[in-house]
C-alpha cells in the first residue's frame, strides 16, 4: 500500500465491546485507527477512511440503522458491527442492511480488547477491507465496460451513415468517370462495403458481449433465419450468386444472433474467391437431435487460411478476425458447433435442434 489504510471506530458509551484504536492498529496491522462518538460526514465524503466499524449501540441510533445510511451513499465501503449486545437477529438485521461483516465480542465489562479478540478483529478487517477493494474494482470495471459499449454504439452508427453516404455517392459516379478511373471507383466503392459490414460485425458483437447476446437462447426457426440471410447477402452482392437448397423445417438453439453468423460465413465465402462471378450454395440435413448447415464456396477453392482461423478462433491470434471470433463464439454459446471441411472449401455450423 501506498499510506496505510484508515479504519474508523464508531463506538458507543453504552455498549461494552468499545474499541480503542491503539490496541486494535499497531504495527502488525495494516491500518491505522481512529475511534470517535458521531460520524464525521464531511471527512467520510471526502474518501478519508478505508472501513468503517461501528457498536451496535450508539448515541442517536443503533448500528444497523448506520449501516443503512452508509450503504446507501457509499456503496462498497467495508462497514463492520462490533458488539456484544446484539444476538442473531440483529447479525441477520446488520446484513441484510449492507454490513461487509457482524462480529460478536466477549467483552462485557473491561472496555480493553483481550489480545487474542484484538488479533481477531484485526483479521476481520483487514479481510473486509480486501473485499471491499474487490468490490470497488468490479464497480470501475463495470462502468468502463458501460462507457465503452455506449462509445462502441455510437461509434459504429455514426461511421455506418457516414460510411453509406459515401458509398451512394461513389455509386452514384459510376457513368461519369473515365475508364482509367472504374477500377479506382470499384476499389473505393469495395473497400466501402467491406468497412460497413465491419460495422454490421463489431455492433453484432457487442450485442454478444454486453447485451442479450447468446445469454438467451431460445427456440429459433432455422429456415427462416437462412432465407432472410440469404436475402440480405444477395442485395449487398448483386453479381454473387447465392444458392439455398431445401432446408429442414426446425427450430434450434439459437437467438437473433443466428443471422449473423451465417451473413459472416457468406461475406468470407463470397470476399475471398477470385473473379468477376462469386457463387457460393448453403444446404442443410437434419441428423437425430441436430441440424447441419453447409457454406461451400462453389469456385471449388481450398482455402488453408479458415482451418487455420477456426483452430485459433481468438482475439488477438494473427489468424483470427473478429467475424471469425463472432461465428465461434455464438454457435459455441448455442451448445453447437463449427468447422471447415475439404481444405477450407466448406463450412460447416451444427445446431441442437429443440423440436
Known amino acids: 500500500m501506498d499510506r496505510r489504510a484508515r479504519v474508523l471506530f464508531v463506538a458507543g458509551d453504552d455498549d461494552p465491546a468499545a474499541v480503542p484504536e491503539d490496541n486494535?492498529?499497531?504495527?502488525?496491522?495494516?491500518?491505522?485507527?481512529?475511534?470517535?462518538?458521531?460520524?464525521?460526514?464531511?471527512?467520510?465524503?471526502?474518501?478519508?477512511?478505508?472501513?468503517?466499524?461501528?457498536?451496535?449501540?450508539?448515541?442517536?441510533?443503533?448500528?444497523?440503522?448506520?449501516?443503512?445510511?452508509?450503504?446507501?451513499?457509499?456503496?462498497?465501503?467495508?462497514?463492520?458491527?462490533?458488539?456484544?449486545?446484539?444476538?442473531?437477529?440483529?447479525?441477520?438485521?446488520?446484513?441484510?442492511?449492507?454490513?461487509?461483516?457482524?462480529?460478536?465480542?466477549?467483552?462485557t465489562e473491561n472496555s480493553n480488547v483481550a489480545d487474542d479478540e484484538a488479533t481477531a478483529l484485526r483479521r476481520r478487517i483487514e479481510a473486509a477491507m480486501a473485499d471491499g477493494r474487490e468490490s470497488q474494482r468490479i464497480e470501475r470495471t463495470a462502468e468502463a465496460a458501460t462507457q465503452l459499449e455506449k462509445l462502441t454504439r455510437v461509434l459504429t452508427h455514426d461511421i455506418r451513415n457516414d460510411l453509406s453516404v459515401i458509398v451512394g455517392w461513389a455509386d452514384i459516379l459510376r457513368n461519369s468517370v473515365t475508364e482509367d478511373g472504374e477500377e479506382v471507383l470499384e476499389r473505393i466503392l469495395d473497400n466501402g462495403r467491406k468497412t460497413l459490414e465491419l460495422t454490421d460485425v463489431a455492433r453484432d458483437a457487442v450485442e454478444m458481449i454486453v447485451g442479450d447476446g447468446a445469454d438467451e437462447i431460445e427456440p429459433t426457426y432455422l429456415n427462416g433465419v437462412l432465407h432472410g440471410t440469404v436475402q440480405d447477402r444477395r442485395e449487398t452482392y448483386p453479381e454473387a450468386t447465392i444458392e439455398l437448397g431445401s432446408v429442414p423445417p426446425c427450430h434450434v438453439a439459437a437467438n437473433s444472433l443466428l443471422s449473423a453468423v451465417f451473413r459472416n460465413l457468406l461475406n468470407d465465402a463470397l470476399s475471398h474467391q477470385s473473379g468477376d462471378d462469386p457463387s457460393v450454395h448453403i444446404s442443410a440435413e437434419r441428423a437425430g437431435d441436430v441440424v447441419q448447415v453447409r457454406v461451400t464456396d462453389d469456385s471449388g477453392a481450398a482455402d488453408a487460411r479458415r482451418e487455420a482461423a477456426f483452430n485459433n478462433a481468438e482475439l488477438g491470434s494473427p489468424d483470427t478476425d473478429i467475424s471469425v471470433f463472432l461465428v465461434e463464439t455464438l454457435v459455441d454459446a448455442y451448445g453447437g458447433d463449427v468447422w471447415v471441411e475439404d481444405d477450407g472449401a466448406v463450412f460447416v455450423v451444427e445446431l441442437r435442434v429443440v423440436d
Do not use: W
Open 24 to 107: 486494535i492498529g499497531g504495527d502488525e496491522a495494516q491500518f491505522e485507527g481512529e475511534r470517535v462518538g458521531e460520524l464525521p460526514e464531511a471527512r467520510l465524503d471526502s474518501g478519508a477512511y478505508d472501513c468503517i466499524v461501528c457498536n451496535y449501540v450508539l448515541a442517536t441510533r443503533d448500528g444497523v440503522e448506520l449501516t443503512a445510511e452508509l450503504r446507501d451513499s457509499h456503496p462498497t465501503l467495508p462497514i463492520i458491527v462490533y458488539t456484544a449486545m446484539g444476538d442473531e437477529t440483529v447479525a441477520r438485521d446488520a446484513l441484510r442492511a449492507g454490513a461487509t461483516d457482524y462480529v460478536v465480542s466477549d467483552e
